[in-house]
Each structure stands twice: as C-alpha cells, then as structure tokens.
C-alpha cells in the first residue's frame, strides 16, 4: 500500500501543480475578461486541491481504517464452510 501511494505521489502532485501554475494567473488577473475567467478558474483550483486530499491522504486513510476492521469481522461472524462432496466425473463411453 505504501509503494503504491509513494509511486503515486509524484504524477499526481506534477499534475495538480501544473493545474494550479497555469490557472493562478486567471485567479489574480485583473483587466478585460479577466472576470469570467476568474469564474472558470476558482473552480478548476478548487477541485484540483479537493482531489488531491482526496487521494492522497482520505481514501488512503479510509482504507487502511477499512484493512484494520476487517480481521476482527472475520473474527466476529466465523463461517465454518462445508467441503463439496467428491463427485467423479463420469466418462464418455462408459
């Protein structure tokens, strides 16, 4: 879990900054239009920085408080499973 997070961690924080570097200049411009693209760019920022927790630090964090539940629900509800009867396999022909 922890290589697959650390792997994970360098496409995701390059991408994110490269969405926030491309989008601060919208965020703080000031002139014509520049409105409008403030209105398309919070959101854009915002989101980014939203999926980025998300990813890296809730649902990693989710699932290993999920990892660390799941002995004690086996332990709780043991199911005893029953072996199948040997059954042969007739053969054509016989």
Known sequence: ???GALRGLRPIAMTTSVILARFAPYMCGHGTGSEVMRRIAAPMVGGMITTTVL???????????????SPLRKQRGKVEIKKKP?????????
């Open 55 to 69: 990813t890296l630090i809730v649902i990693p964090a989710l699932y290993f408080i999920w990892a660390a539940r």
């Open 86 to 94: 040997n059954l042969k396999l007739l053969k054509q022909g016989d």
């Open 1 to 3: 879990m922890r290589h």
